[in-house]
Nanobody, 128 residues
Framework: QVQLRESGGGTVQAGSSLKLSCAIS????????????MGWFRQAPGKGREFVAV????????NYARSVEGRFAISRDNAMNTMYLQMNSLKPEDTAVYYC?????????????????WGRGIQVIVSS
């Protein structure tokens, strides 16, 4: 069973930075989670869940939503089975619950909004 756990959320002021982490693990021990594509989504109050960023297993494919491109950076450390989202120049409109996602197939499965696995989400609040 693949599990995802987010950390690093919190409340910050506009213009600040925050770094989210997502640890991926496999309780069964036979899923090669370091080969999974991983990504981030977010859901703001009263809105639907939206794609933020995706990275394939070796970091050779990275895509961002236009709303965060140039401000956010996605990365991963396969030795640590952890993915990161560095968020800079945060805006109040970045306030949302951020979800980690993973899929054993391609990065497209994530960017299209249908990954196999989801984390529980973590709150990020940006005050003006």
């Amino acid at each position: 069973q693949v599990q995802l756990r987010e950390s690093g959320g919190g409340t910050v002021q506009a213009g600040s930075s925050l770094k989210l982490s997502c640890a991926i693990s496999d309780r069964d021990g036979y899923n090669f989670v370091d080969t999974y594509a991983m990504g981030w989504f977010r859901q703001a109050p009263g809105k639907g869940r939206e794609f933020v960023a995706v990275i394939n297993w070796d970091g050779s494919i990275i895509n961002y939503a236009r709303s965060v491109e140039g401000r956010f950076a996605i990365s991963r450390d396969n030795a640590m089975n952890t993915m990161y989202l560095q968020m800079n120049s945060l805006k109040p409109e970045d306030t949302a619950v951020y979800y980690c996602a993973a899929d054993p197939a391609t990065a497209e499965a994530i960017s299209q909004g249908s990954p196999d696995y989801w984390g529980r989400g973590i709150q990020v609040i940006v005050s003006s």
